[in-house]
C-alpha cells in the first residue's frame, strides 16, 4: 500500500509563501491526489484536488492563492501557497485515493503569524 510523507510546512508570516509537498512511497499516477487541513477545534476540510488526468478544484478560501500540481515522475504532490493568511494555520495532511484505497499522510504543521 502506497505510504505519504508530506513536508515543507513552518511558520511564515501574513502574505508569504509555503510550498508543501507530499512524497509517497510508491507510483502514484493511478491515484486521485488531495490536500486538507484541520486548524484547532475545527474539522478537517478539503483544500484543493488534483484528479488523475490533471484536472484540479479548490476550496473557495483558497482559490488563486493555492496551486495544487502532481509530478507522477517523482511520486510526489505539491501545493504551492501564496498570500498566506493567518487563517489559513491549520496542519495539513495529504490524501491519496482510488476505488476502495484511501491513504494518509501524517501531517504537516503551517502556521501563518507575525
Known amino acids: 500500500q502506497v505510504q505519504l510523507v508530506e513536508s515543507g510546512g513552518g511558520l511564515v508570516q501574513p502574505g508569504g509563501s509555503l510550498r508543501l509537498s507530499c512524497a509517497a512511497s510508491?507510483?502514484?499516477?493511478?491515484?486521485?491526489m488531495d490536500w486538507y487541513r484541520q486548524a484547532p477545534g475545527k474539522q478537517r476540510e478539503l483544500v484543493a484536488a488534483i484528479q488523475v488526468g490533471g484536472s484540479t478544484n479548490y476550496a473557495d478560501s483558497v482559490k488563486g492563492r493555492f496551486t495544487i500540481s502532481r509530478d507522477n515522475a517523482k511520486n510526489t504532490v505539491y501545493l504551492q501557497m501564496n498570500s498566506l493568511k493567518p487563517e489559513d494555520t491549520a496542519v495539513y495532511y495529504c490524501?491519496?485515493?482510488?476505488?476502495?484505497?484511501?491513504?494518509w499522510g501524517q501531517g504537516t504543521q503551517v502556521t501563518v503569524s507575525s
Open positions: 510508491r507510483v502514484i499516477s493511478s491515484y486521485a
Open positions: 490524501n491519496a485515493h482510488r476505488l476502495w484505497v484511501d491513504v
